[in-house]
DNA sequence: TTACGTGCAAATAATTTGCAGTCCC
DNA sequence: GGGACTGCAAATTATTTGCACGTAA
């Protein structure tokens, strides 16, 4: 286990690899939105806060680009959408089982660890139906706002 | 209980009794669109939906002031914005505590009858804020689709 | 009467798409 | 080299707004 000759540390290297393996080609943008999005532990971004983030990086990329690739990772299972308001698409870096507190009016996400929340019974699905996902949002506000 | 004189049955009566509750002032277009939301037990309506089936019933209203409407109806607290997907907003008539399954691909919604879903735990707000209101979406997809 | 509502069309906001040029394998 | 990717600008979709006219209190 130890000295072996994976590099698993360079973020850049880890984004190419997981890129290959679902099929996407390491471009430029790719890697560097990438990197962006999954070197620094989870995110909650919307398009327009992610071409923000890539101005200042001074990462070359059109705020076309940043859709299509939110949308090419979504599908490739890199990020998932939330769906926290109409009207503007928010996307998460997609771990596994984790929940969250949207705070009303501002545009702010927060996670909430696995384990606070728990639900004791999952309702049955219709005939011909199966449970994809389940996604709860708590939705916060200031209090005496 | 029998034989009361209050005329609970008569849905255009009880509309304009709760517009008039919020301080909405029932006119024609707003009383026909809370008969077509409210008389018929729990919907989920898109703006696109709502005018179409305005349209059907020949209700003569144009789709501004069906957005004008879903989104006072909204404020008044007649109506909870769903969301579902972004893109397109959804409301619920806002009957207080269920939950929804949403059918991925297709747009479709159906009600979580309130007790099938149970959360143990409610997570601790950060400081400063309250639960204002907890949303659950199952997201489903056909078996074998 | 008079302020509030409604309809229409134009305006805005978010996202997608077509196509010419660029880059990875 | 050749198909996949990117950038730009134009197109599309969902929703909001300004303003003249209509209508409930």
Redesign the interface.
């Known amino acids: 286990m130890e000295g072996a000759p994976t590099r698993q540390g360079c973020p850049f290297h880890d984004v190419r690899q997981r890129l290959r393996r679902v099929g996407l080609r390491p471009t430029r943008q790719r890697v560097s939105l990438g990197w962006v999005l999954f070197a620094k532990g989870d995110r909650h971004v919307s398009a327009e806060m992610l071409f923000e983030e890539a101005m200042r990086e001074r990462i070359p990329v059109s705020l076309a680009t940043i859709y299509n690739t939110l949308r090419q990772f979504t599908d490739a299972g890199l990020l998932r959408?939330l769906?926290?308001?109409?009207?503007?698409?928010?996307f998460d870096t997609a771990s596994d089982d984790h929940?969250h507190?949207v705070?009303?009016d501002e545009n702010r996400v927060?996670d909430?660890?696995g384990r606070?929340?728990?639900?004791?019974?999952?309702?049955?699905?219709?005939e011909?139906?199966?449970?994809?996902?389940?996604?709860?949002?708590?939705?916060?506000?200031?209090?005496g706002g």
Do not use: N, Q, S, W
């Not at 769906?83 to 928010?90: E, P, Q």
């Not at 011909?128 to 209090?143: M, T």
């Open positions: 959408e769906a926290i308001d109409a009207g503007k698409t928010y929940h507190f705070i009303e927060i909430i660890p606070e929340i728990e639900l004791t019974t999952l309702p049955t699905p219709p011909g139906y199966e449970i994809a996902h389940v996604d709860v949002l708590v939705r916060l506000r200031k209090i």
